[in-house]
């Protein structure tokens, strides 16, 4: 399909087909090409929990508010955050990166670049996703407002911030998901809806994860699509400057 056929197939499923089941390695194909979706300096802090087990879909279900669209689903994938994890990742950029230089770059600018990687993944990026109860944010918002007193510098440094910077990471990742999934002539449905204790208690997942989406998977029934879809006028949402 072309990008437009994809987009236009792509709805939001209330009702999936109970007759017609997935390909379990088909979707868990979608997850992968999913990874290679942009997150904000590749921190990649993010995974996807590809559910096919019936027990567990009965428990996500239930989570999701017992909702047609998930009672129905042959499948669901959760994306969750990983913020917890940003001292591993921001290692293994740094290592890839290094890498990556001595491979490509010129001979004589291969130390300079590596060096800047080694601040930037050795350095800011801990700097810039640690967690103190909101004290490490405040004295990076602090940091910050000096800083663009006398240059152009990001200013939402905040834990609060950072926290919704990951979780813009996973949405462009959920999204990729989704429009994959639609190119494989697969349905799904975004979730917002779900209580997320339960959701982390049926998936058995740490503490610190947090949930971003929950997807729901499979064929749609002809009453799984709620009408015309709804768009706000273009011309209220484009601007041109």
Known sequence: MSLQEILDHRRAIR???PEKPLDPERVKECIRMATLAPTSSNMQLWEAYHVTDKAVLEKLAHACLDQLSARSAQEMVVFV???DLYKQHAEAARKFEEGNQR???PKEKQEKRIKKWDTYYGKVMPFL????????GLLRKLLAQLIGLSRPIVRQVSEGDIRVVVHKSCALAAQTFMLAMSEA???TCPLEGFDSLLVK???GLPRKVEINMVITCGIRQPDGVWGDRYRQPFSETYHRV
Request: charged share 25%; no cysteine.
């Open 15 to 17: 009702h999936y087909d």
């Open 81 to 83: 955050t990983r913020q």
């Open 103 to 105: 491979r490509h770059a």
């Open 129 to 136: 996703y640690s967690r103190g109860f909101g004290l490490w």
């Open 185 to 187: 002539g697969y349905d």
């Open 201 to 203: 208690k049926a998936l």
